[in-house]
C-alpha cells in the first residue's frame, strides 16, 4: 500500500509542476497476476514415459500457443533447443518418431510427454505460453522443469 501513496504523491507533484502524466494503476494482489507453474524436479526411470505439466494461472485462454524447450544434461548441448511447438490446430515435433507429444487442456494447460525416456532425456524443460486473443499478446514463460532420469536399478533415497 506504502507504493501506492508514493505513486500518488509523485502525481501530485507532477501536476503541481505542470506535467502532464497518464498513470495506469492496478490494485490486483500480486498472488492474483498471471504466472506458469511447472513443477521443480521430476524423477524417472529410464525407459518409462513421463508427463510434464506447465498451466497458467489464473488464465483461461480459449486459443494459445505452447512451446517446450530443452536445455540439456549429460553431455547433451548446452544451447536451448526447442523440442515441440503446438498452437491450438497444429503441433510441430523436432524428432520424428513421436517421442514427443504435447496436448492442450481448456484452462490452459499444455502437456509434454515423453517416451521411453533414455538418460539423455536428463536436464531442464522450459515452457513458454503466448496468446493472441484477445489482443494483446501475452507471453508467459515459465522457470522449467528439471527431469532426473535414473538407470532400472537405480534407487532414490530421500533423507
Known amino acids: 500500500m506504502a507504493w501506492v501513496l508514493a505513486c ?10 505542470g506535467f502532464a502524466l497518464t498513470v495506469s494503476l492496478s490494485l490486483v494482489p500480486p498472488n492474483k497476476h498471471p504466472a506458469l507453474h511447472q513443477p521443480l524436479i521430476l524423477r524417472v526411470s529410464k525407459g518409462d514415459s513421463v508427463t510434464l505439466p506447465c498451466s497458467c494461472e489464473p488464465c483461461n485462454f480459449t486459443d494459445f500457443h ?18 515441440a511447438m503446438r498452437t491450438s490446430s497444429k503441433l510441430n515435433v523436432r524428432e520424428l518418431g ?38 494483446p499478446t501475452y507471453i508467459f514463460k ?12 537405480h534407487f532414490i533415497v530421500n533423507l
Open 8 to 17: 500518488l504523491s509523485l502525481l501530485r507533484f507532477c501536476c503541481f509542476l
Open 66 to 83: 505452447s512451446k517446450w524447450e530443452f536445455w540439456g544434461g549429460h553431455g547433451a548441448p548446452t544451447t536451448l533447443q526447442i523440442i
Open 98 to 135: 513421436s517421442k514427443f507429444s504435447v496436448t492442450h487442456q481448456r484452462n490452459s494447460q499444455s502437456l509434454l510427454v515423453i517416451k521411453n525416456v533414455r538418460i539423455n532425456d536428463t536436464g531442464t524443460y522450459i515452457c513458454t505460453m503466448t496468446t493472441r486473443v484477445p489482443p
Open 142 to 153: 515459465g522457470y522449467g522443469t528439471r527431469l532426473e532420469v535414473y538407470g532400472k536399478n
